[in-house]
């Protein structure tokens, strides 16, 4: 697909620089394959010139001269919002559309809707009443999936324009729960905003009741998840991981193998291996305990 391609598409736009792509990401992906980007903060600059996926890139004119000659560029006042219209209308009439299928043993409770597309189940799952699966959703074997949970609904992308209308982006990935996972009743996870792209939660997790996991999440196998913790977008949960009742993490963030976030914590950066943090903002427990002491005194 090249730009001048697909041009007639979007308003407001004018093609500085033509160019060919393949997929839609965010700068700091790589696909290995050509992929087309936007550009809206200096912060990101060096992700552009070194990611040698980016053959084409969306920006405002006055920074043209800062991307690399060999980058296609689209020139829009409203980069990011450019980017993620023009991946809705590329998308919304090339998903691939798969009929729903279940496997054996499979125990679905009084009104449950499952997409009838784009859905697998596997052999021994159980479905609770008032749950909802939308389609782009693989469930292994032997998952408890509880009542009125909802997976693979739009996540929490919003993009607020120059004249502060929202555009709400649309969700084209997917969710992927592995076998042996529970998930306790009202638990909300979104599927990612890419199609290339997965939400996926590992094997023999459980995850209590009211937790919601955003778009694009890793979630590894044996997490402990527990009631009400949120976990924000593109996060990393690693093996064995246990986050306490009321947790948030942040975006963008990786708790390691082992490591726990202690009850009611909020995350803002990334965890180590094996560590316990506790607060808001959450720091290494024994420091968290030190302060408390200190402020009691």
Not at 202 to 219: E, P, Q, R, T
Not at 248 to 275: F, M, Y
Request: net charge neutral; with cysteine.
């Amino acid at each position: 697909m090249r730009l001048i391609d697909i041009k007639e598409l979007l308003e407001s736009t004018k093609i500085y620089r033509d160019g060919e792509f393949e997929d839609f990401a965010q700068c700091i992906v790589k696909l290995n394959k050509k992929i087309i980007t936007f550009f809206d903060d200096d912060k990101f600059l060096n992700d552009i010139k070194n990611n040698k996926d980016i053959s084409c890139v969306i920006c405002k004119e006055d920074v043209v001269d800062k991307i690399p000659s060999n980058i296609g560029i689209l020139i829009s006042e409203e980069p990011r919002y450019t980017f993620f219209k023009l991946y809705n209308l590329v998308m919304k009439n090339n998903q691939i559309r798969n009929k729903t299928i279940i496997g054996q043993n499979v125990k679905i409770g009084n009104n449950v809707n499952i997409s009838e597309e784009n859905v697998i189940i596997g052999d021994n799952v159980v479905i609770g009443p008032n749950t909802v699966i939308e389609r782009n959703t693989i469930i292994e074997k032997d998952c408890v999936i509880g009542p009125n949970c909802i997976i693979s609904s739009e996540g929490f992308e919003v993009k607020r324009r120059k004249d502060g209308t929202l555009y709400p982006v649309p969700h084209y990935g997917s969710v992927l729960i592995k076998e042996g996972t529970t998930l306790k009743s009202m638990v909300s996870i979104h599927k990612s905003v890419f199609d290339w792209d997965t939400t996926v939660i590992g094997k023999n997790c459980v995850i209590d009741s009211f937790v919601h996991i955003a778009h694009g999440n890793k979630i590894g196998n044996s997490i402990l998840l527990g009631a009400n913790c949120i976990i924000s977008g593109n996060c990393t949960i690693e093996d064995y991981a246990c986050i306490d009742p009321g947790a948030c993490i942040a975006k963008r963030l990786k708790v390691g193998k082992h490591a726990k976030v202690s009850i009611g914590s909020i995350v803002t950066k990334d965890v180590q291996d094996g560590a316990i943090v506790t607060g808001n903002f959450a720091v290494e427990h024994s420091k968290w305990i030190e302060f408390v002491k200190k402020v009691a005194e």
